[in-house]
C-alpha cells in the first residue's frame, strides 16, 4: 500500500503517481484541489465504452480528504490509470479496440478540458497477438502525457507482460512507466520516463522542447530509497536533491531554462522514504526507450503525431498513418522530422543533426521487410540550414526515392499533404474556414436574447400566458418575440439580468412588465452558435479492400439533426472526422459541417429546436378552444347515449309488436339510431381533433424531426458495419493456394506465395519460342513463388 | 552424355524449386524427339527411381515416368520445367501481377471468403461536451 498517493504540498509544483494496486490504495489526493470528486467513482473508459464488455468499474471511495481506489475491481489490470483535475477526459483519451484488438489510442490534448475534477481508469484494453506491433507502438503512446498550463496530473500506465506490448531494448518488458507532472510557464511538454520494474537501471529518458523554464517531477515509486544521482548524461539540465522535502514524495527535480534539451537521467538512487521492502542498484548505464517494429508492410499503421503536440521531444512512433504519401511532423518551427509509409516502402527523412545525434536510432532491413526503432524519437537541434542537408533516405526503389524528393513538403503543417495540388502557402484556407462560420456575431436586433433553465420554464410560462393589462400592453405575451428549447447550451453572459418589457414612465418607473425576479435571464449576444460535437479517427480494420464498401459501410448518427449521414471511406480513412453545428439561436435551425481534420467537407441541414409560439392570441384561443372542444365534447357523449337508448327502444318496440310494420318501424329506429351513434362518433373525432390541434397550437412544434431528434442520443454516433470473414478462411493456407488480388506492375522476384499474372515481358531469355509460350502459360496460370 | 539427377519435393506449381542431391550420370538420349519432352535411357539403378528432376541441355526437366527396359536400362521419360529453367532470368522481367502476396490490397478479391451478409458491428461514441439543454427566450423591447 502508499499511502499519501499525492503529496500534501500547497504549491502545485510536485508530480504525483503510484502503482497500481494489488491491494487497495489509500491516498491522500485532495492536494490535487480535486474539489468536485464524488464520493465513488470510477469508469472504465474507451471510444466505445458503451459496450459493457469494457466496462470494468472500480471504485473510488472517499473519507475525508482520503480516498481509497478498490483493488477487487480489476484494477490490477488497468492498463492505464489517468489522474487529473480535469473532468472530461472523454475526448482526450480515446481508445479504439475492435474485435479485442487495441487498434488505435488517441490522445487529443486540444479536448483538455479545463474544469471539474474527475479520475477515470482505461481497463482492460484488450490487446492479442495479431495487434502486437502495433500495440508496441501504441503503448509507447500511452507513455506520452501532455500537461499544461495549471493542470495537477498524474498517468501511469502498467503493462501486462504477457501482452508483449513494450519492450525495451534488452528485451524486458515494460511493467511499468510513469508520466510524472511537468511544470513549465507556459509550454506543453512529454515526458516519458521508463522504469523497469527490478531497478532502476534503464533510468529515465526525458527530452522537452520549449522556449521557457522547464522542471520535470520523478518520484521514486517505492522501488528504491531516493537519493540526487550524481551522475547525469545531461546537457544544460540542472537537477536538484529534494530528499529532505519529507512530506513530498519527490525524488528529484530536473530543470532547465534553455529551449530544447536532451536529457538522459541514469541514476535514480533511493529515496529515505521507500527503503524498506527495495534494492537500490541503479546503475549508471543508459538503455535507450525502445520499440521494435515487424514485418511492416503496406499495411502497417505508422504514427501520426498529434499537430498539436508540437513542443514536445520524445515521441513514440505509431499511430495512423495513411498508405501513400503520408508525412508526420513532430515539431513545430525549426525542429522537424518527416515519416512516409508508401506502399510496400518505408521511407523516412531525418535531418543532419538529428543523424548525428542518434545516427543508430533506426535500423531498416529489407528483406523481410521490417524497421526497428532502437530509440526514442528525440531529434532536437535541427535547424533551417541543415533541415534538408544531408538527410537518411531509406528505399530501396529508386524511383520512389525521386518521388519521395519530390512529394516532400515544406511546411510545419501536415494537413492535406495528400492533395497532388496542395499549396502550402494556402494551408490556412481551410483552417480558417471553421473559426469564421464558429463566429458568427451578428447580434440581435429585433429584440433581446436570454438563455432561461428548464426548471424555471413553468414560471416563465406561466408569466407570460396571463394577462395583466397595464399603460402600454396588454399582456406580457405581447413582448414575447420566440420561444426555443434548445438540446444543448447556447453560451451566454454569465450574470443574470431581470428583463421588462414596455417603456419607462416619466418618473422612471417601468410602463410594461417586470418579467419574474426569481428567474435566471442570461444574455445570449449572438444570433448563431457554433457547438462542436466532436470528432474521431476513422480507422481501417483490415487496411485492404475489405474496409471499403459494399463490404463495410460506415455512417453517423447526427443527434437533434437527426440524420444519418453516410461515411465516404475512401475520404476519411485515417482521418479524423468532426461534427460541428453552426446553429440559429432565433430559428432553430442549424448546419451541421462534417469536417475532414480541419477542412470542411460536406453539411447537413436540419433544425435543432423546438419552438414554442406564445402570444395573448394564442393563450385566449387556446383557452376557449380548450373550452369550447371540451363542451362539445360532452354534448356529443349525451347525444351518443340518446343515439343508443333509442335505438335499444326502437329494438324493444319491433320485438314486442312482432308485426311486419313494426319491424319496419323498429329497423328504421335502430337504422336512425346508428346513424346518430355514427354522427355522434364522427363528432367526437373531429372534437378530437380539434383538441389536438388546439392543443399543438399552444405548443407549436416547428419539425418533428428536431422535437424527435432532441429526445434521442445526445452524441454522435459512428455506425460501421465490417466486413466478416467464413470461420474456415486460413489467411496463409489462401496465400499460398489461391493468392490475393493486386495490381501491381512489378518483376517475380518482389513477389510471394501464390502469384498470377496478366502478362510479362519476357526479355533477355534464350528460349525456345514454344518455351516462351509455356512460360506465359505457366505464369498466367499461377505458379506459387517461395 | 552427361544429366544431373536431382531430388525435389516442391509441389510442381512451385516456380522456384529447391532441387537437392544433384547426381550425374551417363545417358543415351532415346530417340529424336523435342527438347521440350526428351527420354533418356541409362543403364538401372533402384536408386534412379528415387529422384524426380533432372537438369540436361541448361534446362531443368520433370521426371514423369519410368521406363523399365528388358535389357536392364531404364528410360527416363520427362517434360520441360520451363519456370525454372528459367527463373533467374523471369524473376526480373517486368510483369504485371494479378494475384500474389500475403495478404489481401485495396484491390476488391471477389474469392475472397467473406460472409455475404453477416457483418462485424462497431460503434463509435463520440462525446462531446455540449452542455444541458436550455430555453432561450426572445423579448420586445426588453430592457434590463
Known amino acids: 500500500m502508499i499511502n499519501n498517493l499525492f503529496p500534501t504540498a500547497t504549491d502545485n509544483d510536485y508530480l504525483s503517481l503510484y502503482k497500481a494496486p494489488d491491494t487497495n490504495i489509500t491516498a491522500d489526493i485532495s492536494a490535487l484541489h480535486l474539489n468536485a470528486i464524488p464520493t465513488q467513482y470510477a469508469v472504465g473508459y474507451t471510444s466505445i465504452d458503451n459496450v459493457p464488455y469494457y466496462h470494468k468499474l472500480s471504485t473510488v471511495t472517499k473519507s475525508g480528504s482520503v480516498y481509497t481506489i478498490s483493488a477487487n475491481n480489476k484494477i490490477d489490470n488497468c492498463d492505464i490509470v489517468y489522474v487529473s483535475s480535469i473532468s472530461n477526459v472523454s475526448n482526450y483519451i480515446t481508445a479504439t479496440v475492435k474485435n479485442d484488438v487495441l487498434t488505435s489510442v488517441k490522445y487529443d490534448s486540444s479536448a483538455h478540458p479545463t474544469s471539474t475534477p474527475d479520475i477515470r481508469f482505461v481497463n482492460d484494453i484488450k490487446v492479442n497477438n495479431v495487434a502486437d506491433n502495433y500495440a508496441n507502438l501504441y503503448l509507447s503512446f500511452y507513455g506520452v502525457a501532455y500537461f499544461s498550463g495549471s493542470h495537477n496530473s498524474a498517468f501511469y500506465g502498467r503493462i501486462d507482460g504477457l501482452k508483449n506490448i513494450l519492450k525495451f531494448l534488452d528485451g524486458e518488458d515494460v511493467e511499468n512507466f510513469i508520466i510524472a507532472r511537468v511544470l513549465s510557464d507556459s509550454r506543453t511538454h512529454i515526458v516519458i520516463p521508463k522504469i523497469n520494474v527490478s531497478d532502476f537501471e534503464n533510468g529515465v529518458h526525458l527530452y522537452t522542447v520549449g522556449a521557457n523554464s522547464v522542471k520535470i517531477w520523478i518520484a521514486g515509486l517505492g522501488y528504491a530509497t531516493a537519493n540526487m544521482p550524481d551522475t547525469w548524461q545531461n546537457k544544460n539540465w540542472s537537477s536538484s536533491d529534494y530528499g529532505d522535502r519529507t512530506n513530498i514524495k519527490t525524488a528529484y527535480v530536473l530543470s532547465t531554462a534553455d529551449d530544447a534539451q536532451y536529457l538522459s537521467a541514469t541514476r535514480l538512487t533511493g529515496y529515505p522514504e521507500y527503503t524498506s521492502n527495495y534494492t537500490d542498484q541503479i546503475l549508471p548505464n543508459y538503455i535507450k526507450l525502445d520499440s521494435v517494429y515487424n514485418e511492416v508492410s503496406d499495411n502497417c499503421i505508422w504514427c501520426d503525431i498529434d499537430a498539436t503536440i508540437d513542443s514536445t521531444g520524445i515521441h513514440s512512433l505509431i499511430d495512423n498513418v495513411i498508405t501513400g504519401k503520408n508525412w508526420i511532423f513532430l515539431n513545430n518551427g525549426i525542429n522537424r522530422i518527416y515519416y512516409c509509409c508508401n506502399g510496400s516502402e518505408i521511407r523516412h527523412q531525418l535531418s543532419q543533426t538529428v543523424r548525428a545525434l542518434h545516427d543508430s536510432a533506426f535500423t531498416y532491413n529489407n528483406n523481410p521487410l521490417s524497421y526497428t526503432v532502437n530509440d526514442a524519437f528525440c531529434y532536437p537541434e535541427v535547424t533551417a540550414q541543415n533541415e534538408y542537408t544531408g538527410n537518411i533516405i531509406i528505399t530501396s526503389d529508386s524511383t520512389a526515392l525521386q518521388s519521395w524528393q519530390n512529394d516532400k513538403i515544406n511546411t510545419n503543417d501536415y494537413d492535406y499533404h495528400d492533395k497532388p495540388e496542395y499549396d502550402p502557402a494556402k494551408k490556412n484556407d481551410f483552417g480558417d474556414l471553421i473559426s469564421n462560420i464558429g463566429i458568427n456575431t451578428q447580434t440581435a436586433t429585433t429584440g433581446k436574447l436570454f438563455k432561461i433553465q428548464p426548471g424555471d420554464v413553468y414560471t416563465v410560462l406561466n408569466f407570460i400566458g396571463g394577462t395583466y393589462s397595464t399603460d402600454l400592453i396588454m399582456s406580457p405575451s405581447d413582448g414575447l418575440i420566440s420561444f426555443n428549447y434548445f438540446p444543448f447550451d447556447i453560451p451566454s453572459a454569465n450574470v443574470s439580468e431581470i428583463p421588462h418589457i414596455g417603456a419607462y414612465n416619466d418618473d422612471g418607473t417601468i410602463k410594461g412588465f417586470i418579467m419574474p425576479v426569481n428567474v435566471s435571464y442570461l444574455r445570449v449576444y449572438n444570433t448563431s452558435y457554433m457547438i462542436d460535437l466532436g470528432s474521431t479517427i476513422i480507422n481501417a480494420m483490415y487496411n485492404d479492400f475489405r474496409d471499403y464498401p459494399p463490404y463495410t459501410t460506415y455512417s453517423a448518427f447526427i443527434p437533434f439533426i437527426n440524420t444519418s449521414y453516410t461515411i465516404d471511406f475512401g475520404v476519411f480513412k485515417n482521418h479524423t472526422i468532426g461534427f460541428k453545428l453552426i446553429v440559429d439561436v432565433l430559428t432553430g435551425s442549424a448546419i451541421c459541417c462534417i469536417m475532414r481534420d480541419r477542412l470542411l467537407y460536406d453539411t447537413v441541414n436540419g433544425s435543432v429546436s423546438t419552438q414554442i409560439n406564445i402570444n395573448s392570441a394564442d393563450m385566449a384561443q387556446y383557452n376557449a378552444s380548450i373550452k369550447a372542444t371540451e363542451n362539445a365534447m360532452q354534448a356529443n357523449e349525451l347525444n351518443m347515449k340518446l343515439a343508443v337508448a333509442n335505438m335499444i327502444t326502437g329494438l324493444t318496440s319491433a320485438v314486442t309488436t312482432m308485426s311486419p310494420a313494426g319491424v319496419g318501424t323498429a329497423v328504421s329506429s335502430v337504422t336512425g339510431a346508428l346513424s346518430t351513434v355514427a354522427q355522434s362518433a364522427l363528432n367526437r373525432d373531429m372534437l378530437d381533433y380539434q383538441l389536438q390541434t388546439t392543443q399543438v397550437h399552444h405548443s407549436t412544434i416547428q419539425t418533428a424531426s428536431a422535437n424527435c431528434g432532441n429526445q434521442l442520443e445526445r452524441q454522435v454516433h459512428i455506425i460501421i458495419a465490417h466486413a466478416k470473414m467464413l470461420p474456415e478462411y486460413n489467411a496463409k493456407n489462401y496465400a499460398d493456394t489461391v493468392g490475393y488480388a493486386c495490381c501491381k506492375n512489378t518483376t517475380l522476384a518482389k513477389c510471394s506465395h501464390f502469384t498470377q499474372i496478366a502478362d510479362i515481358e519476357l526479355e533477355g531469355i534464350t528460349a525456345t519460342d514454344s518455351e516462351k509460350n509455356m512460360i506465359k502459360t505457366a505464369l498466367i496460370n499461377g505458379v506459387i513463388i517461395k | ?144
Open chain 2, 1 to 144: 552424355m552427361m544429366i544431373t539427377l536431382y531430388k525435389c519435393t516442391d509441389d510442381n506449381a512451385v516456380a522456384n524449386k529447391t532441387l537437392s542431391d544433384p547426381s550425374v550420370k551417363t545417358v543415351n538420349a532415346y530417340n529424336a524427339e523435342s527438347i521440350l519432352s526428351p527420354h533418356f535411357v541409362l543403364a538401372y539403378d533402384a536408386d534412379i527411381l528415387t529422384y524426380n528432376y533432372i537438369s540436361a541441355f541448361g534446362r531443368f526437366y520433370r521426371i514423369v515416368d519410368y521406363v523399365l527396359n528388358n535389357n536392364n536400362s531404364i528410360t527416363l521419360h520427362t517434360a520441360i520445367d520451363v519456370v525454372l529453367s528459367y527463373w533467374d532470368s523471369i524473376k526480373n522481367c517486368d510483369t504485371t501481377v494479378i494475384r500474389t502476396g500475403a495478404r489481401p490490397t485495396d484491390i476488391p478479391d471477389t474469392k475472397l471468403p467473406i460472409y455475404p451478409n453477416d457483418k462485424i458491428f462497431e460503434g463509435i461514441r463520440i462525446n462531446n461536451n455540449i452542455g444541458n439543454p436550455c430555453y432561450i427566450i426572445q423579448l420586445r423591447g426588453a430592457d434590463t
